[in-house]
């Protein structure tokens, strides 16, 4: 084959078939790849990857042939990786008896073999199924400066703007050659000048922007390129604490499944932004305003598909990307001010919240009283993928209410900002 | 009357007056493919409600012309398995440079799937976009050069 790449003579070796005929086609993938966005070297994976391909959907037979390839060729991933959440989980969401036909037999029928083929690949254990595969309970934290070949639109751009990590936004499979090679491409999001930002969002909302909103309002304008976000710091802060986090997660899964951003910087908050300042910004860099107009007008875009538009909300969904330790206590905090403020004991809808085992295990620990309330009130626990979930067509059907713009994207779920979920959980309507 | 653009082939080939299906904005790949490919669809009808230029158009053996593709990391692989599963479009037309995902999607199909690819030229310009309308017939050549009827 043709290509541009320098490769060395080790991985020029690989590309010809030293390391057999799989491996082979890995190099050509990775190489082609590379030359596609010009890179001309391949620059080493620093510690474990991160997969987006969790769920065993049987409609994904070509990827599970690739897979057998790899295993096949006794190829895997030295470093193991973590992988994005299940997409079930019958003892806390609840299924009738036809939707879980439909999840264990139709759709997810291939869910057990593909977790072996996981497994055989290099997973890092039972609980490795999440989004947010960067919490410090999952045991996946890059540092700053470490090159990752991940996936997860939420979990790069996560890595990349708030831990200061350099992962391109890779597909599924490829994140996978790359753990597998042990090296990834340099290009873009790798690369100081791919870091640098082409548009300026001035914040200038007279309150705090609801992440999931600016976040949208964000990946809509500038798609995949890098902002920069000035007058964010003067509503959250110039502290990178668990708080800070949680709202940079929420922001980045918005700005990354409304558009493509990779990577983003807030003014005086993450950490290339307070190193460099104003010098991340490119010299033709556009400027993008953000009002309270604007965050409305973005809002109102979003249309209402549910089969019936005027149904009453059947079950909520929070927590996509999965939430954290702090946020679980927010959200618990959140629930016992409505409900006394409603003179009630119980959620009125079915409310499931998501977040990795670990961090459930954590919270079940360290905030026993605020995870016990949680459970009093009605609330499930779980650490599927609520889109999985949404996934089943008659899933898909019900009236479902979300806090998650990146759900409201890619399913029937409307969207509504965490003190309306809240409301309408407890009140059984709008 | 027809007009010439010319790209570059980043998954070079040879498409013959084929439909061109227009999108001026991103196209999110999971989202337009998910539920067709799901439901094991002959043909993918786009379900990506955000984009109306695609929203329920048929894009199996069509020319998606686009400015690149947005939205969740799994693209690529969902760009490979409906070409694995022989219903995806035959090429796709990029303004802009591709992006990282598309790039995986045409990429993984041309490596991965023994007698199938998706065409794939990038860098034809706002003029192109501008310019090709739905319905209107493709021809493309193997050095990234885009005839459109």
């Known amino acids: 084959m043709q290509y541009k790449m320098k490769l060395t003579p080790e991985e020029e070796g690989i590309l010809n078939g030293s390391q057999g005929e799989v491996m082979a086609k890995v ?8 030359d596609a966005f010009g890179a001309e070297r391949f620059v080493p994976v620093v510690g474990k990857g991160h ?5 065993g959907l049987s409609v994904l037979q070509p990827v599970f042939k690739i897979m057998d390839e790899l295993i096949g060729a006794g190829l895997k991933v030295e470093e193991t990786f973590t992988v994005d959440p299940r997409p079930i989980d019958y003892a806390n969401v609840k299924c009738n008896p036809i939707e879980k036909l439909i999840f264990s037999k139709i759709m997810y029928g291939a869910q057990a073999p593909y977790e072996a083929q996981l497994r055989k690949l290099g997973l890092k254990g039972d609980d490795a199924f999440t989004c947010a595969s960067y919490l410090d309970e999952v045991d996946n934290v890059p540092k700053k400066g470490d090159v990752l070949s991940w996936a997860e639109s939420s979990a790069v751009v996560f890595a990349n703007s708030v831990l200061g990590a350099r992962c391109n936004r890779n597909s599924g499979i490829i994140e996978l050659f790359g753990s597998i090679l042990g090296k990834v491409p340099e290009f873009d999001l790798l690369t100081d000048e791919g870091r640098k930002a082409k548009w300026i969002v001035e914040v200038k909302t007279t309150k705090k922007p ?16 890098v902002p920069y976000v000035k007058g964010l710091d003067a509503w959250i802060g110039t502290e990178l604490n668990e708080a800070t986090k949680g709202y940079l997660k929420d922001f980045g899964a918005a700005t990354a499944s409304n558009g493509a951003v990779g990577l983003y910087h807030i003014e005086n908050l993450t950490p290339e932004a307070v190193e460099l300042g104003d010098a991340l910004i490119r010299d033709d860099a556009k400027t993008y305003v953000i009002d309270d107009a604007e965050l409305e007008r973005v809002r109102k875009s979003y249309p209402n598909i549910w089969k019936n538009p005027n149904a009453n909300p059947e079950r ?5 990307p999965h939430l954290t330790f702090t946020q679980l206590g927010e959200w618990a905090a959140r629930f016992e001010a409505e409900l006394k403020k409603q003179g009630k004991s119980k959620v009125a809808l079915n409310v499931v919240m998501t977040s990795p085992v670990p961090v459930i295990e954590h919270f079940k620990k360290d905030n026993k009283a605020a995870y016990d309330k949680l459970l009093s009130y009605g609330i499930k626990l779980t650490s599927i993928c609520p889109l999985m979930y949404m996934n089943n067509p008659l899933c898909g ?6 806090n998650s713009n990146k759900l409201r994207t890619y399913t029937t779920a409307r969207y509504f900002t965490d003190d309306e979920i809240t409301a309408i959980a407890v009140k059984g309507g709008f | 009357m027809s007009k010439v653009f010319k790209g570059r082939p980043v998954v070079a080939g040879k498409i013959n007056g084929k439909e061109a299906v227009v999108s001026h904005a991103g196209v999110n790949t999971l989202a337009s493919f998910q539920k067709s490919a799901l439901k094991k669809a002959k043909q993918v009808i786009c379900s990506d ?27 690529g692989m969902v760009l490979y398995s409906v070409c694995a599963m022989g219903i995806a479009p035959c090429a796709m037309l990029f303004s802009e440079p ?13 490596v991965w799937v023994d007698g199938r690819t998706i065409v794939a030229v990038d ?16 021809t493309v050549d193997e050095d990234g050069t885009v005839t459109v009827d």
């Open chain 1, 51 to 55: 997969l987006v391909t969790s769920f």
């Open chain 2, 123 to 138: 860098g034809l310009g706002d003029d192109f976009l501008a310019y090709v309308k739905d319905g209107m017939k493709i």
């Open chain 2, 49 to 75: 409600q955000n984009n109306p230029d695609l929203y329920q158009k048929n894009l199996t053996d069509k020319v998606i012309c686009l400015p690149k593709t947005i939205g969740s990391t799994t693209g």
């Open chain 2, 98 to 110: 591709i992006d990282s995902l598309a790039a995986a999607g045409v990429i993984l199909s041309d």
């Open chain 1, 27 to 34: 190099m050509k993938s990775l190489v082609l790849y590379g």
């Open chain 1, 397 to 402: 059907k019900k009236a479902v209410i979300t």
């Open chain 1, 210 to 225: 609801e992440a999931q909103i600016l976040g949208s309002a964000i990946g809509m304008k500038v798609m995949e390129d």
């Open chain 1, 316 to 320: 909520v969904f929070i927590g996509c």
